[in-house]
């Protein structure tokens, strides 16, 4: 065999080899280093459109003042949320609030004013999670949007995740659920139990729903602490209405625990709604909001009401 062929040979086994170690070897090391940094940068990217949603608590212009009646709730949770931020030094590690809270109740009761004010209040910030920016088409995606908004939770920590509606993303499983579905809740419940295995992130998941009998157990679960917001009664009524005239001229003419005695079965959203009208008509019509204008609108409110109910 002459020169030639033997340089020929051994180039065509050089590449031979050079091409197996790159296959079995390089190439992979090359994807893998790839695929990371594109999850790295992927998880930012779902991480900045997730920070949109999130309050600083000088941004947040609710606060307890502004909220009338449910005071032992409200007492309940302002403790629950200092020991989780500011535990006691060499105390019992049983010694901790949960990581969950479940707020639960009847519609317009003010669960997001309490959850909002909350935050003010202990000044943490404020994580609102809309379920509408985690939901995606592709494959996996999801579960990439629930990755982010726990890495975005601790890198801006103490916050308050605030979910409300819970119960649209949480509910019950079963044996023909979806397959997208049944992967997005193991990866929350995955996460969550990251939260709960270290108590010093000062993270805590907030959820609001009014049908909380359609939560899964295992969700239930990591939510210990169940508080109803129940519909205000008599003196919140009253309470309510005093917080939503007190910037009006003429609070002499206006009986507000006459108001409040008729408004019962009423939510705080209802009496708001009630007011509203009542400011917006009078002040339409060039009169002086008084007691009669207030029970008139709220005869129409209720009977509204009642013949939505008919075709529910």
Same mark, same amino acid.
């Given at each position: ?7 020929? &040979? ?44 999130? &309050? ?95 890495? &975005? ?84 009524? %009253? ?27 009423? *939510? ?6 009630? %007011?509203?009208?009542?400011? &917006?008509?009078?002040?339409? *019509? ?6 009669? *204008? ?19």
């Amino acid at each position: 065999m002459d020169q030639k062929a033997l340089q020929f &040979l051994n180039l065509f086994s050089i590449s031979l080899l050079t091409g197996y170690l790159t296959a079995e070897y390089v190439w992979p090391f090359i994807k893998r280093r790839l695929w990371n940094r594109s999850s790295i940068q992927r998880r930012l990217r779902h991480e900045e459109e997730l920070s949109y949603g999130a &309050l600083h608590p000088d941004e947040i212009s609710t606060g307890f003042e502004d909220i009338g009646g449910n005071e032992e709730a409200i007492l309940r949770l302002r403790q629950l949320t200092d020991l989780l931020l500011a535990p006691p030094t060499n105390a019992s590690r049983l010694l901790h609030a949960p990581s969950g809270l479940l707020l639960y109740g009847p519609p317009g009761c003010g669960k997001t004013m309490i959850a909002r004010a909350l935050a003010k209040s202990s000044g943490v910030r404020f994580l609102s999670l809309n379920l509408a920016t985690i939901m995606d088409k592709w494959v996996g995606e999801t579960e990439k949007y629930i990755e982010a908004l726990f890495s &975005l939770a601790r890198k801006i920590a103490p916050v308050i995740i605030f979910v409300d509606e819970i119960d649209a993303l949480t509910r019950k499983r079963g044996a023909g659920e979806r397959e997208w579905s049944s992967g997005m809740k193991a990866q929350l419940l995955t996460f969550w139990d990251g939260l709960q295995s270290d108590r010093t992130e000062g993270v805590i998941i907030l959820g609001a729903t009014n049908r909380p009998q359609d939560i899964d157990e295992a969700f239930l679960r990591r939510m210990p602490v169940q508080i109803k917001i129940d519909l205000p009664g008599l003196e919140q009524r %009253a309470a309510i209405l005093r917080i939503l005239l007190e910037d009006l001229d003429t609070p002499d003419v206006i009986d507000v625990d006459l108001i409040a005695e008729m408004a019962t079965g009423c *939510s705080g959203s209802d009496i708001h709604e009630m %007011a509203r009208r009542t400011v &917006l008509n009078t002040t339409l *019509s060039k009169t002086i909001p008084d007691t009669e *204008s207030f029970l008139t609108e709220l005869d129409l409110l209720q009977s509204e009401k009642i013949n939505c109910r008919r075709y529910i």
